[in-house]
C-alpha cells in the first residue's frame, strides 16, 4: 500500500519569502513522487516528478524537490514566492505495481501576502 | 495540441437520477484514469483503463458506478441512483503506457456533480 501526507493543510508566505511545502509518503517499493499545483477552478497542472533519477528535481515555475529516501520526504520548495503562486499543491505518489494509479495527498493551500 | 477535456463542466440532478460524465482523452494515450476530489480533499482514484479494458477499478465505491471505454478513447463514467454523497468533482486524466510507473497523467479540468 501507499499514502501520502502533507504536513500542512495551510500556508502563509509573503511575496519574495521562500516557500516549503512539506510532504511524506509511505511506500513499499521505489515510488514515483510527483507535485501537481491546482489553481481556483483550473485543472490539475504537473509541476515536477521523481522518477529514481536525480534526487533533486527541478520544475516549472521555479519550484524544486528533493527526495530523501532515508526520511522518506519529498519536500516542495520555491526561494521567493509570487502572487502567482497561490493556489492548492498536491504531493503524489505512484507505483508501477499498482498501475500507476495517482494516490494524493491532502493538499496544502497556500495563501501569497503582498 | 488538444488537452484533456470533460463533459459536461456542471451537471446538476436529482437524488435517485443517473448521470453521464464523459471524458476525452489526449489522442495516442492509452491509459485513462478517473478521480472523485469531493470539498477541500485530494483526489481519489476510481478506476483505470488501459486501452479498451478496465486494469483496476478498485476505486469505484459501489456498484452504482461504472465506466466503459469501447473504443480505446473516449470514456463514459455512469452513475445509477445518485445519492446526495456523490456530489464531488469528478477528474478524468489520460497518459501514455511506457511500462515504466513514471508516465505523466495530464488531468481535465473536471465536471462538477451536484445531487440535490
Known sequence: ?114 | GAGVSQTPSNKVTEKGKYVELRCDPISGHTALYWYRQSLGQGPEFLIYFQGTGAADDSGLPNDRFFAVRPEGSVSTLKIQRTERGDSAVYLCASSTHSGSGTDTQYFGPGTRLTVL
Not at chain 1, 520526504?73 to 494509479?101: I, Q, R, W
Request: aromatic share 10%; hydrophobic share 35%.
Open chain 1, 1 to 114: 500500500a501507499q499514502s501520502v501526507t502533507q504536513l500542512d493543510s495551510h500556508v502563509s508566505v509573503s511575496e519574495g519569502t521562500p516557500v516549503l511545502l512539506r510532504c511524506n509518503y509511505s511506500s513499499s517499493y521505489s515510488p514515483s513522487l510527483f507535485w501537481y499545483v491546482q489553481h481556483p477552478n483550473k485543472g490539475l497542472q504537473l509541476l515536477l516528478k521523481y522518477t529514481s533519477a536525480a534526487t533533486l528535481v527541478k520544475g516549472i515555475n521555479g519550484f524544486e524537490a528533493e527526495f530523501k529516501k532515508s526520511e522518506t520526504s519529498f519536500h516542495l520548495t520555491k526561494p521567493s514566492a509570487h502572487m502567482s503562486d497561490a493556489a492548492e499543491y498536491f504531493c503524489v505518489v505512484s507505483l508501477l505495481a499498482a498501475g500507476n494509479k495517482l494516490t494524493f495527498g491532502g493538499g496544502t493551500r497556500v495563501l501569497v501576502k503582498p
